[in-house]
């Protein structure tokens, strides 16, 4: 099943230059998503007081270019069936006027909330979403975020309550813009990023004190979450 989303911009989803932020990219994507568990009747707030709950573990996404402030904007997903016990993945195609210009895909895995552990996924689950044998980026592996050995800036973060979603714990979105306050600010300003890669390690939950360290490396940006303990919670990689 091939879901189609249209999304009409907000002017928040802009830089000044009118120029979308690849934030609001994923923003998009994450939404298209979500309209397709709704179709398929696997509605995330409903599941997660049930006591079960998707949880994403991987974000990527590669952009051709950014829309600009009055493009016509369009996401497709569709979800590529249980890729092993616990796991699937879910696709996407961007596009503008139009024209694709851009893909991403991600990785879940279902989660029994009460018992702290991953959940089997039965096969008429996967059917709800009529799965689909395509993979926007073929066999190819997602590309590894290494963590620095040294980091160049730091800021430590405590989550709002805004921050906190209905699975209790940080907005997996929300970690985008611990990383956009951690980049230096010439960085920032430049915003010229076509892509980006997160990998969720563990969840940061309401109160927690944590610490944003950044790093340029091999040409690119590298944002690493930590917790008060030094766990790593999240790593980010924009180019």
Request: negative net charge; charged residues 25%.
């Amino acid at each position: 099943m091939f879901v189609d989303f249209k999304y009409e911009p907000l002017i928040e989803d802009f830089y000044a230059d009118g120029e979308m932020k690849i934030e609001s990219v994923l923003k998009i994507l994450e939404n298209a998503g979500n309209r397709h568990s709704d179709l398929a009747g696997n509605h995330n707030i409903e599941g997660s007081s049930n006591g079960m709950a998707w949880i994403l573990t991987d974000w990527y996404v590669e952009m051709d270019f950014l829309p600009k402030y009055g493009s016509s904007i369009l996401a497709k997903t569709w979800s590529q069936g249980a890729t092993s016990i616990f796991g699937t993945s879910r696709d996407f195609e961007f596009y503008c006027d139009g024209k694709i210009c851009g893909k991403g895909t991600t990785r879940w895995v279902l989660y029994d909330i009460q018992s702290s552990r991953p959940k089997k996924i039965e096969q008429d689950l996967i059917e709800k979403y009529g799965p689909e044998k395509l993979s926007v980026f073929g066999d190819a592996k997602l590309p590894k975020i290494s963590v620095p050995e040294s980091f160049s800036n730091e800021i430590s973060l405590r989550p709002r309550r805004s921050d906190i979603d209905f699975n209790s714990h940080v907005h997996n979105l929300v970690y985008i813009d611990y990383a956009m306050e951690t980049l230096p600010g010439d960085v920032y300003m430049k915003h010229d990023f076509r892509k980006i890669r997160i990998n969720y390690k563990a969840a940061v939950k309401e109160g927690e004190e944590i610490v944003a360290r950044y790093a340029e490396l091999d040409g690119g940006h590298t944002v690493c979450i930590f917790g008060c303990d030094g766990s790593l919670k999240t790593s980010i990689r924009i180019n």
